[in-house]
C-alpha cells in the first residue's frame, strides 16, 4: 500500500467515526477486476462515494441505509466492516516491544462497539456480545466440562465457523483472530493474531474458537499500518448459481465482471460458446434478464451439467441451451452482439498445441456471427500466445479495446475485450482460408 492510499484509508476511517450512521466497508474482488468493482459501488450507492482500490480488495464509507445495497453488489467476493485504522512507529530490532504495541492499543484505544453493534445486527446474532465475568466463567466452564465439538461448515476444505444467525439468545460471542502481513517485521503474522486475540478476550470477555466460531476478527498489517475487520459473509458471494461443477467452473463473481466489460444493453443477444458448466449464461439471465442468453459446448458432460444448473439455479433464468462446434456456430452472419466467454487455458483443460488451431478458429468464426461495429466479445484465457496468434489470423475483424491481467484460481490469465470492426466477413473471408492454409504448411 503505497502512501497516498493509506492517507486516503485513513480518511475514509476518521470520515466515519464522524458519524454514527456512517461505516467503512472492506470488501475483496478477484485481482484485476477492482476497477468492475469500483464502477458498481458507484453505481449501487452513490456516483460520489469515495473507493480507495487496493490490489484485490475495495474500500469505501457508506450509510447504514446503505448496507443492503453492498449485500446486492455482484462483482465482490467477502464483505467486512473495517472496525479500526491505525498506524505505528515499529521499533524494528524488538519483536517484544512491537507486539507490545498492538495490545496496548486494543486495551487502550481501539473502540470497536460501533462496529460489532453493526456486526451483530447485519449478521443477526442473537448471543450475548458483550457478556459479564460471571457469564464468560460460567460459559468457559461450561464448555471444558462438556467438552462438546461442534463441525464447523466447510467450504472446499476452508472452515468458514459458525453462522452467527444460528445462535441462542444465550450464547456468548465465539470468535478468532487471524492476520494477514505485508512488509518487513519482527514479527510473525501468527503472533501479531495471538497477541490481539488474547487482548480482546481480555477486553470483551469473549470465547476463543478456532474452528466453530462465529466472529472472525482479520487483522491487516501493511507495512506500519493496522487494519482491524470483522468479516460479515459468512460464505463468499462467489458461491451462488452452480449447484453442478467441472474442473475449470467460473466464479460467479469472475462472470460477473466479465458480463460487465461487454456492457450488455437491452435486447443484445449473449453467447457463451464454450459455457462448460454454464456460470457465465446464467449470470448474464440473472443480471441482464432483458437480453436473450444462449450457451452451448462441444462436450456432452458440459451440456448436462449447464442445464442441471440452469434448472436449480431460479425459475426465472431463461436460457437456450445447444451442443455445437465452436468453429461452425449455428447462426447467421451479422447476428451476435455479445460474446463472452472462459477459453481453454491449456492447463486444466485442453492442450496448448490444440489451442492454436481452436482459437484461429474460433475468432474467425466470431468474426463471422458477430455484428459490425456493435459486436463486442470478452475473452478470458491464460494461453496468451495462442490468442495473439489468433488475433493475428483474424486480421481487421477486430481490434482490441481492452486487456486485463487477472487472478483466477492461482493463474495469472488476461482478459481480452474485442470490438468487431465494420469490414464485411465476406471480404475477409479469403484472406483467412489463405492464411489458415499457410500456417498448416
Known amino acids: 500500500m503505497n502512501e497516498d492510499n493509506e492517507s486516503n484509508l485513513r480518511k475514509l476511517f476518521i470520515e466515519s467515526l464522524e458519524n454514527d450512521n456512517v461505516f467503512i466497508i472492506a470488501t475483496t474482488v478477484d485481482t484485476g477486476f477492482e476497477w468492475q468493482a469500483v464502477d458498481e459501488c458507484k453505481e449501487k450507492l452513490d456516483k460520489n462515494v469515495k473507493v480507495v482500490k487496493e490490489r484485490g480488495k475495495i474500500y469505501f464509507n457508506v450509510y447504514w441505509s446503505q448496507f443492503a445495497q453492498v449485500q446486492e453488489m455482484r462483482s465482490i467476493d467477502n464483505v467486512y466492516i473495517v472496525a479500526d485504522v491505525r498506524k505505528f512507529e515499529f521499533s524494528g530490532n524488538s519483536k517484544e516491544a512491537d507486539l507490545q504495541l498492538f495490545k496496548d492499543a486494543v486495551h487502550n484505544d481501539m473502540k470497536l462497539e460501533k462496529a460489532l453493534n453493526a456486526w451483530k445486527?447485519?449478521?443477526?446474532?442473537?448471543?450475548k456480545i458483550y457478556p459479564t465475568t460471571d457469564e464468560y466463567n460460567i460459559a468457559e466452564k461450561d464448555r471444558k466440562l462438556c467438552n462438546i465439538t461442534v463441525t464447523p461448515i466447510t467450504?472446499?476444505?476452508?472452515?468458514?465457523?459458525?453462522?452467527?444467525s444460528d445462535t441462542k439468545e444465550d450464547e456468548i460471542l465465539?470468535?478468532?483472530?487471524t492476520c494477514e502481513r505485508t512488509g518487513k517485521h519482527t514479527?510473525?503474522?501468527?503472533?501479531?493474531?495471538?497477541?490481539?486475540?488474547g487482548e480482546l478476550q481480555d477486553k470483551y470477555l469473549w470465547l476463543v474458537d478456532?474452528?466453530?466460531?462465529?466472529?472472525?476478527?482479520?487483522?491487516?498489517?501493511?507495512?506500519?499500518?493496522l487494519i482491524t475487520q470483522l468479516r460479515i459473509t459468512h460464505e463468499s458471494?462467489?458461491?451462488?448459481?452452480?449447484m453442478c461443477f467441472g474442473p475449470t467452473t467460473l466464479r460467479a463473481t469472475v462472470c460477473y465482471n466479465l458480463l460487465r466489460l461487454a456492457h450488455p444493453n437491452p435486447g443484445d443477444i449473449i453467447i457463451d460458446p464454450m459455457c462448460g458448466s454454464g456460470s457465465i449464461p446464467i449470470e448474464a439471465a440473472l443480471v441482464y434478464s432483458?437480453?436473450?442468453i444462449i450457451g452451448g459446448d462441444n462436450h456432452p458432460k458440459a451440456v448436462h451439467n449447464t442445464k442441471s444448473n440452469i434448472e436449480a439455479s431460479s425459475s426465472e433464468c431463461k436460457i437456450d441451451l445447444l451442443h455445437w462446434n465452436v468453429s461452425q456456430l449455428p447462426f447467421k452472419d451479422s447476428f451476435?452482439?455479445?460474446?463472452?466467454?472462459?477459453?481453454?487455458?491449456?492447463?486444466r483443460s485442453g492442450r496448448m498445441m490444440d489451442n492454436r488451431i481452436l482459437y484461429k478458429q474460433f475468432l474467425i468464426e466470431l468474426g463471422r456471427i458477430m455484428k459490425p461495429l456493435r459486436g463486442r466479445s470478452v475473452l478470458l484465457t491464460y494461453d496468451r500466445r495462442s490468442l495473439s496468434m489468433a488475433l493475428q489470423a483474424a486480421g481487421d475483424l477486430f481490434y482490441v479495446t481492452k486487456t486485463l491481467g487477472v487472478n483466477i484460481g492461482g493463474l495469472q490469465a488476461a482478459v481480452y475485450v474485442l470490438k468487431r470492426t465494420d469490414i464485411p466477413y465476406e471480404q475477409f473471408k479469403p484472406k483467412a482460408i489463405k492464411h489458415m492454409m499457410r500456417k498448416k504448411k
Not at 451476435?336 to 492447463?347: E, Y
Open 174 to 177: 465465539r470468535y478468532r483472530v
Open 210 to 225: 478456532l474452528s466453530t466460531y462465529y466472529l472472525e476478527v482479520v487483522c491487516k498489517v501493511i507495512d506500519n499500518e
Open 336 to 347: 451476435v452482439d455479445i460474446i463472452v466467454t472462459d477459453m481453454p487455458f491449456g492447463k
Open 187 to 197: 514479527f510473525e503474522s501468527a503472533e501479531v493474531a495471538r497477541a490481539i486475540g
Open 155 to 164: 467450504v472446499k476444505g476452508r472452515k468458514r465457523g459458525q453462522d452467527p
Open 121 to 127: 445486527s447485519i449478521t443477526g446474532f442473537q448471543g
Open 237 to 242: 458471494k462467489h458461491h451462488r448459481n452452480i
Open 290 to 292: 432483458q437480453s436473450y
